[in-house]
DNA sequence: CGAATTTGACCGGCGC
DNA sequence: GCGCCGGTCAAATTCG
């Protein structure tokens, strides 16, 4: 397949999912990065690099993550359909693979998911913290502050204070594996149906103490190989994948995707505080698997199976 | 037997 | 005010 063809596949997965990610959510900033090129269990996409690798708390302007990865821009959000919003700060990156051979399945080992080697797709989608941040998640960040969980519901904040929402980031990832291993140990807590989707929503909540982190997987309702995650909120800990010992002797699979995830949770951080200075969505894209190699050249060494 | 998942009930927000 | 919907709780159930 040509890097057009992948590139307009990448294109209509952005537009049918992102869209209707977006169009949930009208009022948030949003920042779309694909997740990427990644594996099955069994397989390492993600090169074997750590947290010191990346610096990431250096990474202040907009285009830092897409400059750490080697990531060009592509096109704004708005090329991609109607879930494109201008003035929030948005930030789209797809990490195709040309190869066809990934899954989305992030490896932690332990889960024996059976992956096929289908084509894989994965894209990202962050919602920075912004500025309309209060509503959705005020219940849940009322809870979490309060500690309390034994409560049915929670009490509204009186103080009327408006709390930081937690950035939220979309995986749209092409997979027949529902709950992604990502490194991170998560515990279900509901499952919703999806107006107009035969799929449900799963709700899952990281198990580690105080961790804040949750995230929601759904299948789209067009393209039932399609899983969309949405993270929310910062692990409060690193990977437990990672801190038995170094990450540098760990599987790739295992720090790449919590590396990830932080150098876009952080990405999405600098957005919230750079917005203003943000056009309005970029959309970048990896559409190859060699050129993850060259940004990532222990990936060669690790390889895949 | 403890941990994880399932599932129906419940609540708050929002649109009409 | 009412109904819909998303998100969460928690008891029951299943799993390892």
Redesign the pocket.
Known sequence: MSGYHEREHFRSLFHDELAALFS?RPTDGAACISGGPSRSDTGAIFPAVTFADVPLGSMMDNDALPRVCGLSCLAPLDALGPGGRTGSPELMVAVGNGSGSLTPAFGCGGRATTVTPNSSTSSLSAEAAGEEDA??????EQ?EEEG?????????NKQGERRQREPRFAFVTESEVD?LEDGY???????????NSPYP?????C?TQKCPV?K?VERSYQNSTIVITTYEGRHTHRCPATVRGSTLLLPPPLMSTSFFQDLVMQQAHQLTSTANQMPPLQLLEFSHYGLLQDMFPSLAHHGQP
Do not use: I, L, N
Not at 148 to 156: E, G, L
Not at 185 to 195: D, E, F, L, S, T
Not at 201 to 205: I, K, L, P, T, V
């Open positions: 949930q509503d959705r998640c005020k219940k849940e809870q309390d969980t034994s409560k049915k519901v929670k009490k509204p709950h140990r998560w515990r279900k807590y509901g499952q919703k149906a999806v107006k929503r799963s709700y899952y909540r198990t949750k929601r």
